[in-house]
């Protein structure tokens, strides 16, 4: 058997209206090079201006991810020549990142594992290139797109984890609204490092790089595909060799290139742009942004009695989650558990809208799930209620004042009704009466929830007309 060890290096592109440095658009376009100022060129005589938004979000992202903030911001030159750099270097962080010694806690199996966090840095993005037969082509819209990079120690020991966490962090960076983190646009990809060696050793077994993954799902196949691999030379008495590979379309990795020593970058700090000092109230006032975060939210409604399932869901969007704590403040947890999980998320997803477009506020639906609990209304008339209201963009209480919705509770009220129909109905009092037919009591339930638009109380329905039934059965 052999201990897995790995570590990620995740990289996310933030949201904002111009680049890191550059006033250049930072946003999605089908036109190549359309997004492009002389910075993102590297035309002679530039001179990068920070994004101060972008440097705030990911201040903002280290903290949510608990880590420490430096004390002022720093920027570093990353110097490798590549065509997709068109200065010949990168600026990025080195000296100080946006955030050190930091952790994520996830949830894998129903334990919680605790994923170490070596720092966060924010740099610029580089071009893309398009190789071709014979030729490439690049595209600048993408250089010096604002790039935040995590990167984790080495202690995640499964796929499992290494997907659980990336799950995880992007939902980090929903919950904070710092990025959209799309794989399919590339603004949320990853490296993935592993090794393997034999359980009790202490030294880490040769490190493998996977680079520039995008799907979750090809993240997977890699980590399990070099497990596989790795053991099966491992076992042969084989060495694996330091290289970076890549992940094809098979769910196989194959090498790129060697790679025996650490890249020597040659790191010094931007001399084009001065140190910026940052002060604990500023530090402070960004903390208190923070939101609570989706684990923190699941344990809480697992505290709260929800199912593993509703918490995960109601758990899962910010947004969602938001309304949720907003309609249960002061009414039945219960109730409104069952009217998000199933009338309004199935509502989002048949309108295909968020639930901020939805018509039904938080207090609109508190006022339902409080009619139910109150035994003023039934759980089915306020869903076919909450859908009326949906449709015809009207507030519910509206509805119900309009279409004198109320529940009818009163014994004496129901019996007279429920007595009515029975003596229109003889030949099925004789069925229940002569032949002990006991879908009788179905079928008045039917007609008495028909005759009173569905407004008659359910339970004290079904109670009444047992007894009813029983009492003629006796009285012959």
Do not use: W
């Amino acid at each position: 058997m052999y201990k897995v060890t790995i570590g990620l290096e995740v990289h996310c592109e933030l949201e904002s209206n111009t680049k890191n440095f550059s006033p250049a658009p930072n946003g999605y376009t089908n036109f190549s090079n359309d997004h492009v100022a002389t910075v993102d060129l590297g035309l002679p005589g530039i001179l990068p201006v920070p994004n101060k938004f972008a440097c705030r979000q990911a201040l903002l992202t280290a903290q949510a991810l608990n880590c420490e903030n430096p004390d002022e911001v720093i920027f570093d030159r990353k110097n490798y020549f590549y065509a997709d750099l068109p200065k010949g270097y990168q600026i990025t962080q080195n000296t100080k990142p946006m955030g050190i010694n930091g952790y994520l806690d996830i949830m894998v199996d129903g334990k919680i594992k605790r994923v170490d966090i070596h720092d966060l840095h924010l740099e610029e993005d580089t071009a893309s290139l398009e190789h071709n037969p014979g030729y490439s082509l690049i595209d600048y819209n993408r250089s010096g797109v604002p790039l935040m990079e995590i990167v984790t120690e080495p202690c995640i020991s499964s796929a499992d984890e290494a997907v659980t966490f990336l799950e995880d962090l992007r939902d980090v960076f929903l919950y904070l609204g710092v990025s959209e983190a799309r794989s399919d646009k590339g603004e949320m990809r990853c490296d993935v490092n592993i090794s393997l060696n034999k359980e009790g050793d202490t030294k880490l077994g040769t490190k493998v790089e996977m680079k520039n993954i995008n799907a979750f799902y090809n993240v997977r196949a890699a980590i399990e595909y070099e497990i596989k691999r790795q053991s099966e030379l491992l076992d042969k008495g084989e060495k694996v060799v330091q290289e970076t590979r890549r992940i094809a379309e098979d769910g196989k990795t194959y090498p790129m290139r060697k790679k025996v020593d650490a890249i020597d970058y040659k790191y010094f700090v931007e001399p084009n742009i001065p140190s910026t000092p940052l002060t604990k109230e500023y530090l402070d006032e960004i903390r208190s942004t923070l939101p609570v975060l989706k684990l923190d939210r699941y344990l809480k409604y697992i505290d709260l009695g929800l199912s593993d399932e509703d918490a995960k869901t109601l758990s899962k969007n910010r947004n969602i989650s938001d309304y949720f704590e907003e309609v249960i403040k002061n009414s039945n947890i219960e109730i409104a558990v069952n009217f998000m999980t199933t009338s309004i998320l199935s509502t989002l997803n048949k309108l295909e809208i968020k639930i901020d477009e939805l018509f039904i506020t938080p207090s609109m639906l508190s006022l339902l799930v409080d009619k139910v609990s109150s035994g003023d209304m039934g759980l089915d008339q306020a869903k076919k209620l909450l859908y009326k209201a949906i449709e015809e963009k009207k507030d519910p209480k509206e509805l119900i004042e309009k279409e004198n919705l109320h529940q009818i509770n009163d014994e004496d009220e129901l019996t007279k009704i429920i007595n009515d129909l029975m003596d229109s109905n003889p030949e099925q009092i004789r069925q229940y009466v002569e032949e002990g037919n006991m879908a009788i009591v179905n079928f008045f339930i039917g007609q008495t929830m028909k005759t009173t638009n569905r407004r008659a109380n359910p339970n004290k329905s079904l109670e009444i007309i047992k007894r009813e039934l029983e009492r003629r059965k006796n009285n012959g």
